[in-house]
């Protein structure tokens, strides 16, 4: 504070007095070595230092020193406000032309050509000087200069700096160096002085401006430079000040230079070189870690210099420097770009990064960083790339990497890009690891995803990305998939299928993620099957047909999940309520459609997509297999005929006869597709289909999962087809393959529903199976039993039973001595409080229904059976079903529901038909209930304790409302009357209906149904019942 003024006072009074000039001029260039002293010294020292140039030209001493002083004084950064002010200042008093004057004047003079070189180089550093420099000689002399001192260790390393600043911002100055060839000479310098850190430093500079012109690179990118410059390396390597200039010399090069010379950068030991520089100084110097790193990801752009990298060296010494020097935003950006690079070859180098600390280390440093979007960008790709090793996701997670992940999440949401990545990280680290991904579910990570989503929903990137971690996070973990379907991720991935059609990959990773969310959840599978994604998949799957990943991935997702519409109900699952149905609504889209879901499955052009799909991938084995899956699916919901199908279900199952899991959905669709439609029976009946189960059957091993092709395959091609059924009653071991397949492997949920499927679909109206397949009534209990507390079973169970028993004294007598009128009703009374209330979309698969056809048919004509079923709860399971009032559904499947309830009420309470009781001729061919109670018994004057049990349940009341419900529903009245023609049998029972206005009912059925003949029969037979003057009859 006190020198500087005194020295710049005293300058100024004895400025003519050289010996003064020198030793003040020296006494600025030390003072202002400190920055603090620079403005002091340049509010007059720029121009009195300039005047010392002018008033003492003769005298090289003095010239040295102001020289000096002008380098001290002038720009060493372009940002550095103070010594810029001090750079206009001194150019503005002519400090250019005096520079150059003075060069020129004492050019042999080694000091004076030193200092100029340096007072050169700092002014070139201003836009504008450096030209201005060249105008006046400057590149002229210091080419001379270069050559006529080129033994002189300190001129030269000033010079190279000179022509690094004289060439940096100044084209023209660069074309004058090319063509006064400064290159060379500054090579031939550099070689003789290789020795002195200092000149190599200052000349590796210079190499790094000089080869940013093209026509010098035939001299400094040449095989000699390179060797020049990494031998220079080698004897410098504990520089820090020469490892970090040629570590940026070697990155310019292999960034600007073409393969040829990357690789011969890698012949010359530069990979080797660099780790080396790595291993020194990447712990200490910010700027040698820098460049290094730099030098490392621009090298590795060639595989084969990329392998001298991938050693524990080179792994450790990156790491270390990332652990050391984290908190430095340059070394940390730059730091990741190397590990990005190392770690993006192969395991064996991700495993080696892991194993010396690179997971908690980029963890330290994201979570120093997490603002910095470039530096949280870099360092989450490399979460991206070592995670995919499985042995580094635990190093992460104990590095408590998850919080940082969150915050970053949640600061960064609408930077796409950082988002992005981010996503690749957390789907790596949660990939095939259950405790990191309940980890990140936990922390809220699916939550933070569906933000992203809603904010980015037209980003494919960031989409696709999302989808990935969806995927990874949800694969086998029921929490994850409970939190992304609690954040609707499903519809906004609904949205963006649509958003994205054009895309491949993103549509991809979308169906995958959705595979992920559904397996084995069903609340999800409801919410897209609630949802236009079946739909949008057959629109895609047309657009995608020659993409095998997305042929799969769609057509698992038809043939996985039913697609109901947004206002049905899916059948994947019961669902628990009080009163009323819940449903899960998607958000309301206005451009979406969703079809009515009977169309969809009828659709011609969505079976001639899927035919089109087999026809294309037929050849190959996963896409065979979904696409099969989803024939099946549209089977099982459509009436359509699609011969050509039938066709290419033959030749897939030729084409792949010994791949079991695809033979499994290749037959299984041959079942679902006869099953649909006749014409569609008879033509694979024609192609063999009967005799290609049957022999696949024969040849079953237990175990093998074609047999839930199988199964399927019997059930379609018998139902409803009695040359099938006779064909496989003819066969020599079908139905006895069948009925033991069932039993051994009762407990398997899905032997047990296609199973008691297929058998079903053989007795039905076929006496001759019936019989053929008696002992599977031994053992009907026992699947009911073992599947308890499974819908879809226990409705396939129920259906057996039903149609086992129908028109079967037999079978009936075997169902009941096996406990089955024990474990029918006890089961359903079990599942009452998910079935009463909900409402009837889908008949056959609608347990409740099928429950009271088989307490119909076991109770038909067999006091037995009618006594074990009332003791066990079936008569208040009818009586519930009577006061059930449900207002949504199918109104059709609703009136089926109580027509059946009155047949069986009314078989609950008649005895076996003796050969007094045969009934009419008539009554055997009724159609009013389809398949169900053909033979009609007549009354009888005895009754069984099941009656007391209707008493009880106020059976008449409930009888007279339901019936008065469905007045004009000819079906449900003809069987009210059946059943009140037996109930009144007992007195008390008479005497009650009576009380509940049975008498005006049935005058309002006379009515109504003046023209029905049939109905009018039981109406009468009613009426006759209730007014007959019988004696009171005990209730038993």
């Not at 000699?224 to 004897?235: E, G, P, V």
Request: hydrophobic share 45%.
């Amino acid at each position: 504070a006190q020198c500087c003024p005194a020295v710049v006072n005293a300058l100024d009074t004895h400025i003519e007095n050289h010996e003064v000039a020198e030793f003040a001029c020296r006494a600025l260039y030390n003072l202002t070595a400190e920055p603090l002293n620079l403005t002091a010294v340049g509010k007059r020292g720029c121009a009195l230092v300039v005047t010392v140039l002018k008033t003492h030209m003769n005298r090289a001493s003095v010239i040295t020193q102001a020289l000096l002083a002008i380098h001290s004084l002038s720009v060493k950064l372009k940002m550095d406000k103070v010594h810029n002010g001090n750079t206009k200042k001194l150019v503005a008093e002519g400090a250019i032309q005096v520079v150059v004057a003075s060069m020129q004047k004492f050019a042999d003079e080694e000091n004076v050509q030193r200092a100029a070189a340096m007072a050169i180089a700092s002014l070139a550093r201003l836009p504008d000087n450096g030209e201005k420099l060249g105008e006046c000689g400057a590149c002229d002399l210091v080419v001379k200069s270069m050559k006529r001192h080129i033994a002189v260790e300190s001129v030269v390393s000033k010079l190279a700096l000179a022509i690094e600043a004289l060439c940096k911002d100044s084209n023209v100055n660069a074309a004058n160096l090319i063509a006064l060839k400064s290159a060379e000479l500054l090579l031939s310098a550099f070689q003789r002085h290789e020795k002195s850190a200092t000149v190599v430093a200052d000349a590796f500079r210079a190499f790094i401006i000089l080869s940013g012109i093209p026509a010098n690179k035939q001299y400094v990118h040449s095989e000699n430079a390179f060797k020049l410059y990494i031998k220079a390396m080698k004897t410098h390597e504990k520089s820090p000040v020469v490892s970090r200039w040629g570590c940026n010399l070697i990155f310019c090069a292999a960034e600007s230079a073409d393969e040829r010379k990357v690789a011969m950068l890698g012949n010359v030991k530069a990979c080797d070189t660099v780790v080396n520089v790595m291993t020194k100084h990447g712990t200490k110097q910010t700027d040698a870690a820098e460049w290094a790193c730099k030098a490392l990801v621009a090298l590795s752009s060639l595989p084969s210099n990329k392998a001298y990298f991938l050693t524990t060296e080179a792994c450790t010494a990156v790491v270390a420097s990332l652990q050391e020097l984290h908190k430095d935003a340059i070394v940390a950006e730059w730091v990741a770009a190397a590990l990005v690079t190392l770690s993006s070859s192969d395991p064996t180098h991700r495993m080696k990064l892991g194993s010396v600390g690179a997971c908690a280390a980029v963890s330290v440093a994201l979570s120093h960083h997490q603002h910095n979007s470039t530096i949280a960008y870099l360092l989450c790709n490399v979460v991206f790339e070592l995670a995919r090793e499985g042995v580094n996701r635990p190093l992460f997670i104990s590095a408590g990497i998850i919080p940082t992940l969150t915050l970053i999440f949640t600061h960064h949401i609408s930077e796409v890009a950082l988002v992005t990545s981010l996503c690749r990280a957390i789907a790596n680290l949660g990939y095939n690891n259950l405790d990191s991904s309940s980890q990140l579910c936990t922390a809220g990570i699916p939550g933070l995803i569906a933000n992203g989503m809603k904010t980015h929903l037209f980003s494919p990137g960031y989409m696709q990305e999302s989808c990935a971690a969806i995927y990874s996070l949800s694969t086998k973990n029921p929490m994850c998939q409970d939190s992304f379907g609690s954040f609707n991720v499903i519809d906004l991935m609904a949205r963006a299928l649509m958003a994205h059609k054009s895309g491949e990959k993103v549509v991809n990773q979308i169906t995958r993620a959705l595979r992920a969310l559904t397996l084995g959840h069903s609340e999800n599978q409801i919410k897209v099957a609630q949802s236009d994604i079946v739909v949008s998949a057959i629109i895609l799957l047309k657009m995608h047909m020659n993409s095998d990943a997305l042929v799969e991935n769609l057509c698992w997702i038809v043939g996985t999940i039913t697609y109901t519409g947004p206002d049905g109900v899916s059948v994947v699952m019961p669902r628990r309520r009080n009163s009323v149905t819940t449903r899960v609504e998607p958000e309301p889209s206005s451009d979406r459609v969703h079809p009515n879901p009977k169309d969809f499955y009828n659709d011609v052009s969505n079976w001639d997509i899927l035919s089109a799909a087999l026809r294309t991938h037929s050849q190959k084995a996963p896409q065979t297999r979904w696409i099969c899956a989803a024939l099946s699916a549209f089977g099982d919901r459509s009436t359509v005929a699609h011969l050509d199908t039938c066709d290419l279900l033959i030749a897939c199952y030729q084409q792949h006869a010994r791949e079991d899991n695809v033979l499994q959905r290749v037959v299984h669709a041959m079942g679902a597709l006869a099953k649909c439609n006749k014409e569609n029976n008879t033509k694979l009946t024609r192609l063999k289909a009967c005799e290609v189960v049957e022999q696949l059957l024969a040849d079953y091993t237990e175990g093998n999962v074609i047999i839930f092709g199988i199964l399927p395959a019997i059930s379609g091609l018998a139902k409803d087809s009695p040359d099938n059924q006779i064909r496989f009653h003819e066969s020599p071991s079908l139905c006895r393959n069948v009925a033991k397949v069932l039993y051994n492997e009762l407990e398997s949920k899905l032997i047990s529903q296609y199973g008691c499927s297929a058998v079903t679909s053989l007795v039905t109206a076929c006496q001759k199976n019936q019989l053929k397949l008696s002992n599977v009534c031994t053992y009907v209990a026992d699947i009911i039993n073992a599947h308890k507390n499974d819908i879809e079973v226990l409705t396939e169970a129920f259906r057996m039973t039903s149609a086992l028993s129908h028109d079967n004294i037999t079978n009936r007598n075997k169902l009941g001595a096996n406990d089955a009128c024990y474990h029918v009703p006890v089961t359903l009374q079990n599942h009452f409080s998910n079935l009463i209330f909900n409402p009837l979309f889908d008949l056959k698969h609608s347990m409740l229904y099928w429950a009271v056809r088989a307490i119909g048919d076991l109770a038909a004509n067999n006091p037995n059976n009618q006594s074990k079923l009332g003791a066990h709860g079936a008569c208040e399971c009818l009586l519930r079903i009577l006061h059930r009032e449900v207002n949504d559904g199918d109104a059709e499947l609703e009136k089926h529901l109580f027509a059946v309830t009155f047949w069986a009420i009314g078989n609950m309470v008649n005895l076996a038909k003796g050969p007094e009781m045969m009934v009419d001729e008539r009554h055997q061919s009724s159609k009013s209930l389809a398949g169900v109670g053909n033979f009609i018994p007549l009354p009888t004057k005895k009754h069984v304790k099941n009656s007391a049990k209707f008493m009880n349940g106020n059976v008449a009341e409930a009888t007279v409302q339901a019936t008065m419900r469905f007045i004009d529903e000819g079906s449900i009245v003809l069987w009210a009357c059946r059943a009140i023609t037996n109930l009144c049998k007992s007195y008390k029972l008479k005497v009650n209906f009576q009380q509940k206005g049975v008498n005006e009912l049935l005058e309002v059925v006379f009515s109504r149904h003046a023209n029905n003949t049939e109905l009018l029969e039981w109406a009468t037979m009613a009426k006759d019942t209730i007014q007959s003057q019988s004696s009171k009859a005990p209730l038993i």
